[in-house]
T-cell receptor, first 117, second 116 residues
Framework: KQEVTQIPAALSVPEGENLVLNCSFT??????LQWFRQDPGKGLTSLLL?????REQTSGRLNASLDKSSGRSTLYIAASQPGDSATYLC????????????????FGQGTILTVHP | NAGVTQTPKFRVLKTGQSMTLLCAQD?????MYWYRQDPGMGLRLIHY???????AKGEVPDGYNVSRLKKQNFLLGLESAAPSQTSVYFC???????????????FGPGTRLTVT
């Protein structure tokens, strides 16, 4: 059974710092990994999707890397801003036992990020 | 293009009452999912559907039923609500075509349900 772990559970940094969020997963047979952002009381916004054949993806100040063989992904946020404060979730998409994937995601429990001015 | 929408946004039920949560997507996605989010448990899959007229159980299906009569809609039903079903419910949808690796999942804004 796939298990996803995110470290740290919470992170507080001053504005302007570069930071790294970590995600690890136990079963390396994944199709892709998604990083999401969730604001308090809101839904999930997809930030980046990394395909299993890719090593990294970039979007603006965000860079996500994937090392499938070691079961790890990192989300790098450059020059953090107070508006980046949110919970960040990673989720992996596995195939079913029969080799067919219906896209079910397994989520980590998230990292709560606070960026203070 | 509204993406994935959910109704209602909030609801309070008494134990034993029933209700239906509605999810709608306008992206012509084949796959749709219902998750629940609980503190300390993360998001867990309740039921999913791979197309109109088909549904399947996820990780935590007990106490819920679903229906997918139309491709764009996925309904989640609670026949007899229990306090353990107090949670935030999220619907999601995904493409079914193209390479598996590229299929991204899109989420609705959630429904906050309290059962007293």
């Amino acid at each position: 059974k796939q298990e996803v772990t995110q470290i740290p559970a919470a992170l507080s940094v001053p504005e302007g710092e570069n930071l790294v969020l970590n995600c690890s997963f136990t079963d390396s047979a994944i199709y892709n990994l998604q990083w999401f952002r969730q604001d308090p009381g809101k839904g999930l916004t997809s930030l980046l999707l990394i395909q299993s054949s890719q090593r990294e993806q970039t979007s603006g100040r965000l860079n996500a890397s994937l090392d499938k063989s070691s079961g790890r992904s990192t989300l790098y946020i450059a020059a953090s801003q107070p508006g980046d404060s949110a919970t960040y979730l990673c989720a992996v998409r596995n195939g079913d036992a029969g080799g067919t994937s219906y896209g079910k995601l397994t989520f980590g429990q998230g990292t709560i990020l606070t960026v203070h001015p | 293009n509204a993406g994935v929408t959910q109704t209602p946004k909030f609801r309070v039920l008494k134990t034993g009452q029933s209700m239906t949560l509605l999810c709608a997507q306008d992206m012509n996605h084949e796959y749709m999912y219902w998750y629940r989010q609980d503190p300390g448990m993360g998001l867990r899959l309740i039921h999913y559907s791979v197309g109109e007229g088909t549904t399947a159980k996820g990780e935590v299906p007990d106490g819920y039923n679903v229906s997918r009569l139309k491709k764009q809609n996925f309904l989640l039903g609670l026949e007899s609500a229990a306090p353990s079903q107090t949670s935030v419910y999220f619907c999601a949808s995904s493409y079914s075509k193209g390479r598996e690796e590229r299929r991204e999942q899109y989420f609705g804004p959630g429904t906050r349900l309290t059962v007293t």
